[in-house]
């Protein structure tokens, strides 16, 4: 269930966003009507929506940059280590840190 609201929730925030950018414009074309009720009851009406949404260019272009070099070397550097006694246990098991 909180998944679903969850989702919902998502779609919901995505769609006033999307407003907000100016990517989705959502206009009613028609409005909406409540069924007459009678002793022949006849259907309703349901709204009908239009939405234009914008668009969105996406492409490559080639261009030279400077970028710098790396150099591998192997140095030689002082680790930590942690030591771990167990209850009754004498003698440390050393554990190297990651």
Do not use: C, H, W, Y
């Amino acid at each position: 269930m909180r998944a679903i609201l969850a989702l919902i929730g998502i779609a919901a925030i995505a769609v006033v966003v999307l407003m907000a950018l100016g990517m989705l414009k959502i206009q009613q074309e028609e409005g909406a009507s409540l069924p007459s009720v009678s002793f022949n009851v006849e259907g309703g009406k349901m709204p009908s929506f239009k939405a234009e949404t914008g668009t969105i260019g996406i492409g490559t272009t080639n261009k030279t940059v400077e970028l710098p070099t790396v150099e591998m070397r192997n140095t030689t550097i002082s680790l930590p280590t942690v030591e771990v006694k167990q209850a009754g246990d004498p003698s440390p098991t050393p554990t190297p840190a990651q």
